[in-house]
């Protein structure tokens, strides 16, 4: 079992920035993968990004490459996602989850643990 908390949303004008965080707590984390979703009103959840037990593997979502980057810091139990130029579109509860296989990795139904959510209002 691992317990996921999320932190760092917040409301945010298009082109500005939001560091999101989250902490783990429970079975050791540098053994998960670690994934952001995130999920608007209406739509499905999408993936954003993922990182490997190591940080030493990234992907991301092609509407977030270049804009967002996946971190994670195992001494600290932390992961991370900096988001940069931010879009209206971007707007959405972000999640942060965990699995223990890195394959399917933009796969959310293959991740058994999830936070709780934090939302993200781009709006200007």
């Known amino acids: 079992q691992v317990q996921l908390v999320e932190s760092g949303g917040g409301l945010v004008q298009p082109g500005g920035s939001l560091r999101l965080s989250c902490a783990a707590s429970?079975?050791?984390?540098?053994?998960?993968?670690m994934g952001w979703f995130r999920q608007a009103p209406g739509n499905e959840r999408e993936f954003v990004a993922v990182i490997s037990w190591s940080g030493g593997s990234t992907d991301y979502a092609d509407s977030v490459k270049g804009r967002f980057t996946i971190s994670r810091d195992n001494a600290k139990n932390m992961m991370y996602l900096q988001m940069n130029s931010l879009k209206l579109e971007d707007t959405a509860v972000y999640y942060c989850a965990a699995k223990d296989t890195y394959t399917s990795g933009s796969d959310y139904t293959r991740y058994p643990y999830w936070g709780q959510g934090t939302q993200v209002t781009v709006s200007s």
């Open positions: 429970g079975r050791t984390f540098s053994r998960f993968v």
